[in-house]
């Protein structure tokens, strides 16, 4: 179990040392601070876990207490690369009620699953700790489903790195659910696969996001129309829609 640990650990640390140089070398440090934080951030955790991963019970401590500052990081970062491509349409109420509409509707899904299928054979504040994570999960899940369908929607394919950004978030966290469903459908029986599939799923992520870095920025044009102007033709066709209804 050990040998599992320190792999997990070990793994992750080398590709976030490559993921911070090639964050300097691309001086890309200052265009997205927040994930430079956090990838900062992560390194230094999952070597001070690692350092500590020969005591099981201080393993937990620590992993578990370092857990939420990831948390902060990780939803600033994703905040951070979202607003670099739609900070202008945020101001615009259908695109507000659609995407907080969707984070709610989640956020409902993960506390309804969590009641019905709490993790077995997990003591009360490890099944709360899973079940914030679950929930964080699928959060970060429906943000990247609704970013892809926003850039198939809208034809934006200019974003290149805070598209990567947000698609190893997306990974991470959807191959990562499948950790937690393990944990809550047969308990320990599975452990090595439960506490395996998230760290598989954030190697996943590193890895999406050292081959994006290790490529050349794309400059590619923009959208043929932004997403105002979609939206006044959007609502030219609900208005005749409504004076057609209006005149059967």
């Known amino acids: ?90 101001s615009l109420r259908w695109f507000r009620w659609i995407f907080w509409g969707c984070i709610t509707v989640s956020v409902a899904f993960a506390v309804w699953q969590a009641w019905a299928l709490p993790p077995k054979q997990a003591r009360r504040l490890i099944a709360v700790i899973l079940n914030l994570q679950f929930g964080l999960d699928m959060v970060i899940s429906t943000f990247g489903l609704l970013y892809a369908g926003a850039v198939g929607l809208f034809g934006i394919l200019e974003h290149q790195r805070p ?4 698609l190893g978030f997306t990974a991470n966290s959807s191959i990562a659910l499948f950790g937690w469903i393990t944990r809550s459908v047969f308990g320990t029986k599975f452990r090595v696969l439960s506490e395996w599939i998230p760290a598989l799923a954030y190697i996943v992520a590193e890895v999406i996001w050292t081959r994006d870095l290790l490529c050349n920025e794309r400059t590619l044009p923009g959208p043929r129309q932004t997403l105002q102007q979609m939206s006044e033709a959007m609502d030219r066709y609900i208005r005749i829609l409504h004076r057609y209804l209006g005149s059967e």
């Open 163 to 166: 598209t990567a950004i947000i």
């Open 1 to 90: 179990m050990r040998v599992l640990i320190i792999l997990s650990l070990a793994i992750p640390i080398m590709l976030q040392i490559g993921i911070a140089f090639l964050l300097l070398w691309r001086k890309l440090q200052m265009r997205f601070p927040w994930f430079f934080a956090y990838i900062l951030y992560a390194l230094i955790e999952a070597i001070i876990r690692l350092t500590v991963s020969g005591s099981q019970n201080v393993y937990l401590i620590v992993y578990w207490s370092t857990a939420v500052p990831g948390i902060v990081f990780t939803v600033l970062a994703l905040r951070e690369s979202f607003l670099a491509i739609f900070l202008p349409e945020t």
